[in-house]
């Protein structure tokens, strides 16, 4: 008899995360701190529960752009070397108790210059804190690793300046390159000349892609951009027909995607906050995952989205009854989609993932 599926148990399982910012992440009460000792007084609430349910309801928009404007207030309070370390240490804890094994965790350098930060400062700063973190982790009895990811946003022109920042710090657990920010207006071509330098540096890249814009999008992206992963991908069911007899046909796009098996870091409870599905239950993972398309499940934003990984798995098996064999390829999917060695994921799904697994479904 296998071990029953809620919240608790999916918390032990070891877990994989693709798709997560940085400043979508903190604790309420650490930006609370984190706003009194820089002197922020723009915080719509002084109380940790408070403000923690200020900014789900904030970013409960149905709106990408509405979305993205709840981070004014946590990427103000993220102007320090300090800061900034805090925040990625706290995050790696958060994440191992959580039951993540590895995570790629993104931001945008860019955004944190207020103060006078240099890119090389904010990115050795971030790296202190996430191996700062691991220990913590570590001291816990949780194994975690943590992969760092690049991001520059795709309204600004300093795409090509960020993907010669990650390819610097590559070797300091810098794993890729993504853009991020709103795509309507924003078509990643406007970026080819980053991805087409970090293609001749043998380094990797997401992006950002059919989220709140549609097909054009992901095309572009994987097209004439190269993507490796799409961030999001959801519009991706837009070039799938499925007939009322339950037939299915896959358009040309959707059927390079998934003969490719290019990743799709799918992230349910952000997606409808950001009006890309209407329900967990109507969220196109169901139909992706189904297809066997390279799905991943995500948080994006665990401040935002008041989510975790493990809430995430808990909310998807009750909208489609997913049980840990789901959630064990759910794992193994994203493991292999990783932008580390291929020696360094195999390890982790024969040594963590699979054994996790299997303790439950004894």
């Not at 993220?78 to 993104?106: F, H, P, S």
């Not at 350098?109 to 050795?124: H, N, S, W, Y």
């Not at 795409?159 to 390159?177: K, M, Q, W």
Request: glycine share 8%; hydrophobic share 45%; charged share 25%.
């Amino acid at each position: 008899m296998s071990t029953p599926v809620n919240l608790d148990t999916i918390r032990l399982v070891p877990k994989v995360l693709l798709h997560d910012h940085l400043d979508g992440g903190l604790r309420p009460q650490t930006v609370i701190d984190l706003a009194r000792a820089a002197g922020y007084a723009g915080l719509p609430h002084e109380d940790a529960d408070e403000l923690g349910r200020w900014f789900a309801a904030a970013a409960d928009s149905g709106s990408l752009e509405r979305y993205l404007e709840t981070f004014s207030h946590t990427v103000a309070v993220m102007q320090t070397a300090e800061a900034l370390a805090r925040v990625a240490a706290e995050c790696v804890e958060d994440l191992a108790a959580d039951g993540v094994v590895y995570a790629e965790i993104r931001y945008a350098p860019e955004l944190f210059q207020e103060q006078g930060l240099t890119l090389d400062r904010i990115v050795a700063a971030v790296q202190d804190g996430f191996r700062d973190g691991e220990r913590r982790a570590a001291a816990e009895g949780k194994r975690i690793r943590i992969g760092t990811l690049l991001c520059a946003m795709r309204q600004n022109a300093r795409s090509a300046e960020i993907a010669n920042l990650a390819v610097r710090y590559r070797d300091s657990e810098v794993v890729g390159f993504d853009i991020a920010g709103p795509e309507a207006g924003f078509p990643p071509t406007r970026n080819l000349d980053a991805f087409e330098y970090l293609r001749q540096q043998n380094a990797h890249f997401t992006i950002h892609a059919g989220e709140a814009f549609g097909l054009p999008s992901i095309w572009e992206a994987i097209q004439h951009c190269g993507a490796e992963r799409l961030g999001h991908g959801v519009r991706i069911v837009d070039d799938i027909k499925v007939d009322e007899d339950g037939s299915v046909h896959l358009g040309r796009l959707a059927s390079y995607i998934r003969d490719r098996r290019i990743p799709l870091e799918m992230c349910p409870s952000s997606n409808l906050q950001t009006g890309a599905a209407k329900s967990i239950a109507e969220h196109p993972i169901g139909l992706l995952a189904k297809l066997r398309f390279r799905v991943t499940v995500n948080t994006d934003n665990r401040l935002m989205s008041h989510c975790s990984m493990s809430s995430e798995f808990a909310a998807l098996h009750e909208a489609f009854g997913y049980g840990w064999a789901d959630m064990q390829w759910f794992a193994v999917n994203a493991m292999k989609s990783a932008f580390i060695g291929f020696d360094e994921r195999l390890e982790i799904i024969d040594d963590v993932i699979k054994p996790g697994y299997a303790a439950l479904l004894e």
